[in-house]
């Protein structure tokens, strides 16, 4: 992959975003409490996705899985991406993924800050 800096610079940047977040918030308890139910329902569902195109069944429609990342399975996502080897390399996907976590840490710093 000739952008794999950039994939993991933008890893870095939403982690530490998403630490910083829940660092700062007056209930950072109930944020990581919900972002690792939301991650663990989202790797699922990349792993679920996985196997059915292994085994040629029905599919998880792609927006499905990124309704997920955007309402905070994102790092379930990273991780399924990397673990599984699951839609990481198809460009518009990943694109869209992106455009996801910000938006997801963009409402999230919106929402502690205010």
Do not use: C
């Amino acid at each position: 992959m000739q952008y794999i800096w950039l994939r993991r610079a933008l890893i870095i940047v939403s982690l530490a975003s998403l630490g910083w977040f829940i660092f700062t918030s007056q209930q950072s308890m109930f944020i990581v409490k919900v972002y690792a139910v939301i991650a663990a329902l989202t790797f699922i569902a990349y792993a679920l996705d996985k196997a059915a195109a292994k085994g040629n069944r029905w599919r998880i429609p792609e927006s499905t899985l990124h309704v997920l990342a955007l309402v905070g399975g994102w790092p379930g996502a990273i991780l399924a991406q990397s673990i599984l080897r699951h839609k990481s390399v198809k460009r518009e996907f990943r694109l869209i993924f992106w455009v996801t976590v910000g938006i997801n840490l963009f409402v999230l710093g919106w929402l502690v800050t205010r």
